[in-house]
């Protein structure tokens, strides 16, 4: 079981889809993720216990690798689609509620900024870490997130923007979800966001790269 699982791990972390994938050049012609993913079920692996030794480990050395500049966006875009191969195998066993996840969390790109690259490989590290995400795309107002946290009680919000133009409606999404739900987590991004700006607007976390929001994530539920 190990020995799979480590395969899986190793497949996810250098972004080995599946078996018909060029890339790496080095895994030509050897099973990807997606079957590795499939395998390690028919022999009897839990699926949590695929996502708890093997994906979210992947995940977390991408991560870590990213924040300290060994890897770029590529890589970790590879990575991510050999993640989202396997978890394709497990998501039937999330949704009928015979594996429980972390929790939810709601994220998007805040309206008026159509960027959704960082947002994007946000969203599939916190997938990649045993988190439900529910990604609301570009372009989201206060009310898209309002209605998806009254359709998701005591989820996380996480939100992005790219343009310093669209900082402000960032600014106005953070105050109108904490004056209705003024528990809510809420954690922000993207290249113009800062640390100090994230504690002016009244938001609860920063981070300058997606492994920092997962690392935060992780501490919610310890």
Known sequence: MNEILNKLAHCVEFGKINKTSPYPP??????????????ALEEGVK??????????????????????????????????KAMNSAMAHLKPFFQSGETKRKGKVIIGTVSGDL???????????????????????VDVGADKFLKALDENPGAIVGLSALLTTTMENMKK?????????????????????????????????????????????KQLVC
């Open 26 to 39: 080095n895994m030509k012609d050897q099973d990807g993720a997606d079957e590795l993913a499939k395998r």
């Open 47 to 80: 699926p949590d216990e695929i996502l708890e030794n093997a994906l979210i480990p992947a995940m977390a050395n991408i991560g870590n690798k990213f924040s300290r500049k060994e890897i770029y966006v590529p890589q970790m875009l590879m990575a991510a």
């Open 115 to 137: 960027h959704d690259i960082g947002k994007n490989l946000v969203a599939m590290m916190i997938e990649g870490g045993g988190w439900e995400v529910i990604d609301l795309g």
């Open 173 to 217: 999404i953070v105050t109108t979800i904490k004056e209705k739900y003024s528990t809510s987590k809420i954690l922000v991004g993207g290249a113009p966001v800062t640390k100090e700006y994230c504690e002016k607007i009244g938001a609860d976390f920063y981070s300058p790269d997606p492994q920092g929001a997962v690392n935060y994530l």
